[in-house]
Structure formats: C-alpha cells, structure tokens
C-alpha cells in the first residue's frame, strides 16, 4: 500500500506573536504550513510579522489586550469562524515591571498577574472546551521561565505568575487528559528579545549587557538562546512526536538552572580547565 503524503495543517494560536519568541514561533509554524491565529497588543507590528512570513493568507491577526475577559472569548470565537476547530494554543505574552516588592504598586501587580497568569489559564479553559467538542487530540503550552524556579527579588509578580503557571500545567493536564490534550510547560531562560534589553539602575542608564553577560558567565553553554530555538522546543512538544509528553516542563536555559558558581570563579579554582 502506498503511503500518502497528504498534508492536513493545524490551527495555531499563539499570543506575544508579534514579537521575540511568539514572531518566531509563528516563522516555524508558517514555514510547515500550519494555519496561524496570532494574538498581540501592537497591530503594527503583527502587521509587520505576518509580512515577513510572507504566508498571510494562513494568518488570522487578533489585536487586543489580553487582560479583558472579552477579548480573550474573540480570539477563540475569530479562530473558530475562520478554520473550525484550535490543535494548539501557545500562552506566549507576557508583562512585567522591573522593582521589587518593597516599591511595586497594586497597579503592576495586578497587570502583571492578569496577562501573565489569569489570561493564559482562562483562554486555556475556553480552548480546551473547544478541543473538547471537536473531540481531537489538542495541545495546550504555557511559556514560563527559569524565574519560577530561580527568583531574584527584582519582578515579584512576574515571578509568581510563572511559578503559577508551572503549577496549573500540571493541574490542567491532570484535568484534561482524559480528553486527549496535552498540556505541557517550558522554562526558557536568557533569550535574545526586548524583554532583556530594558534593565537599568538606580540612574537610568540601562545595565542590560552586564546583567546579560553576568547570566551568560553561570550558563554552561556561555550563552544566551535565540527565540528560534526555543520556539524549535515549542514546535517539537506540540508534534506528535511528543505525544506521550504532558503534565511536566521543558526548561531551555542552557544548563544555566543546575549549575554552581560561575565560570569566571571555576576559572579561579582551575584555570587549566574552565
């Protein structure tokens, strides 16, 4: 019997798609020709990405904020509409301020929580239920971070939103397996995107290289990722060739979590082999 070779895309919708990371998972998913719901709060610059990928007719643009309950009901009602039925929700966007919880106000907090935390858990409660209907397999990832595990006093309530998220992953996944959806996490850590490039001190002048360079002297590998590749991690847990993956979290920061001193103190002790 021959094999067919037929072609069947999925339905993608990916939030922060605009940018870092969420641009370039929409690149991998639109080079395999997967249809692309991509969710952001700059239109200009979802405008711009769907441009690039040059595959704007697989593309469906959702602009809005995240942190309205409304919103979020318009992007699985659009995705819907236009294709039917959602085979992968990426929880991509993210928001934070950079102070700690001595000077953090109410405001920031309560932001941050909203599009880190409360917008992913609810939008993957109305995907599921969508998945659900459909009654196929679905995929459901949440992008947290090393900060869940690895705190540094500096952005309180982005931590405890990726910390949280790490827990409702396996929550979810206990709940919704039974349905056939996956629902896995991944803990990216310094990667190359805005989000890295907006430190500064007490003055104002932005201190982003050192902080970077510092992260980049405990990382095993001596560097930080590229969106690419942690988007090539995203792409890979949704496949079916993680089918049995779920309920758990990918981390992607170069050994950086599992690593003791850095390599400039290794470099001290042993100079002849760090």
Same mark, same amino acid.
Request: neutral net charge.
């Given at each position: ?172 996944? *206990? ?55 942690? *988007? ?16 758990? *979290? ?25």
């Amino acid at each position: 019997m021959k094999k067919s070779n037929s072609f069947s895309p999925r339905v993608i919708v990916i939030t922060g798609a605009s940018r870092g990371i969420g641009k370039a998972m929409v690149e991998k998913y639109a080079e395999n020709g997967d249809l692309i719901a991509l969710v952001a709060d700059q239109k200009v610059e979802l405008e711009e990405t769907v441009a690039a990928v040059k595959k704007g007719d697989n593309c469906l643009l959702l602009h809005g904020d995240l942190a309205n309950s409304e919103f979020l009901k318009q992007v699985v009602q659009n995705t819907l509409e236009k294709w039917g039925r959602i085979d992968v929700l990426i929880n991509n966007a993210a928001w934070r301020t950079v102070e700690t919880l001595r000077t953090i106000t109410l405001e920031n907090w309560e932001k941050t929580i909203k599009i880190c935390l409360t917008a992913p858990v609810f939008l993957s409660r109305l995907v599921a239920e969508s998945m659900e209907k459909v009654g196929s397999p679905g995929v459901i990832i949440q992008v947290s971070s090393i900060m869940a595990t690895r705190a540094g006093g500096t952005s309180p309530a982005y931590v405890a939103s990726k910390g949280a998220l790490l827990s409702i992953t396996y929550e979810m996944a *206990a709940l919704y397996g039974p349905s056939g959806i996956r629902v896995i996490a991944v803990c990216p850590g310094n990667v190359h995107t805005s989000l890295s490039q907006d430190f500064t001190d007490c003055e104002g002048k932005n201190i982003s290289g050192n902080l970077v360079r510092d992260m980049e002297n405990q990382t095993p590998l001596q560097r930080s990722a590229s969106p690419e590749e942690i *988007a090539n991690g995203v792409y890979w847990l949704s496949s079916k060739e993680a089918s049995f993956v779920t309920g758990t *979290a990918l981390v992607m920061d170069g050994g950086f979590t599992h690593n003791f001193s850095s390599y400039k103190n290794k470099h001290l002790q042993f100079p002849k082999e760090f």
